[in-house]
């Protein structure tokens, strides 16, 4: 496919161009593919929104490639320095206070007093974040509401010819998208991911709880409707409807034309990895609803159950 980039110095320096034009391109982070744009430009941010049809009152999280270039944006504290120690570059996303002398476009983060940030850890993106001026807008790549692409293909699936420039960087590590933390204001995680609850409270010494009642949108994420392949989903279901694909978790169900497992070994790990996989596959075979077994909701299988409810609803 024309519009799919291996991952080259040549490459990463055409990506470059297509960026300081305004344009948007489409890149491996170690959670899902993301839709790249200058973060400075309201042309690039508009574009983004554009072909994801993205609610406006939704913002985008801002990818820096180290705090220095951070500095000329948001107001940062003891809090944000020990969690960006510890977690970062990785799959930990920041709410923050913005800097009211900052070049982020007001429509990246939706107009608010905050903006979302986060250092990622692919090498591929990293290299690009070096190597410009501007922070990159990178939500998912792919239609509002839908399910996160974890390789070039669901991109693909997702936007055809309609993105000009997809770097390839195989499938992602983590597969579910980051975890968010609000550090403006109440400490507070707003969307779960790979780096739990526990692990953050550890290193702040401070009480951390987990958003329950949305009241506004306030970051990514916070959609009531997301994630969704498209068709029903039934949650801690113990057996399958007639004819309804079944996701399952460990090693006590059989194989089976209906049954797909997220891990035989009840790894959550590869859960998450598979979760995103596992609907698309289910949509594109033409299965009408899907049902799912209770996944434990311990470390990622917080995450992954965060993903299933707002899938479902």
Do not use: W
Request: hydrophobic share 35%; net charge positive; proline share 5%.
């Amino acid at each position: 496919m024309k519009n799919i980039y291996k991952n080259s110095l040549q490459n990463l320096n055409k990506a470059k161009k297509v960026l300081k034009k305004n344009n948007i391109i489409a890149v491996p982070t170690e959670t899902v593919y993301g839709l790249a744009g200058n973060a400075y430009s309201s042309s690039a941010i508009r574009k983004i929104y554009k072909i994801k049809k993205r609610p406006s009152k939704n913002p985008l999280i801002i990818h820096y490639y180290n705090l220095k270039k951070l500095k000329k944006d948001a107001i940062i504290d003891n809090k944000f320095l020990k969690l960006y120690k510890k977690f970062s570059p990785g799959p930990l996303t920041y709410v923050v206070k913005k800097k009211k002398n900052s070049k982020i476009s007001i429509l990246a983060n939706a107009n608010l007093k905050t903006i979302a940030i986060r250092f990622p850890k692919n090498p591929i993106v990293r290299s690009l974040l070096k190597s410009l001026e501007f922070p990159l807008a990178i939500p998912s790549a792919n239609l509002s509401s839908g399910v996160s692409p974890i390789n070039i293909y669901d991109v693909v699936e997702e936007f055809g010819n309609r993105i000009k420039f997809i770097l390839d960087g195989g499938t992602t590590k983590i597969g579910l998208e980051s975890t968010v933390i609000n550090l403006y204001g109440k400490i507070q995680i707003l969307r779960p991911g790979s780096i739990n609850k526990n692990e953050i409270k550890k290193v702040l010494g401070k009480k951390v709880s987990i958003l329950r009642k949305i009241k506004k949108i306030s970051s990514p994420g916070l959609l009531k409707r997301h994630y969704s392949p498209g068709i029903p989903i039934k949650l801690n279901c113990k057996k399958p409807d007639y004819k309804a694909a079944f996701i399952v978790f460990g090693k006590r169900f059989k194989r089976g034309k209906h049954i797909f497992n997220l891990s035989h070994k009840g790894n959550l790990n590869e859960a998450g990895r598979k979760l995103y996989i596992t609907l698309r596959k289910i949509k594109n075979l033409g299965y009408k609803k899907i049902n799912v077994v209770r996944i434990p909701n311990s470390k990622i299988g917080i995450a992954i159950n965060d993903r299933l409810r707002k899938a479902a609803y």
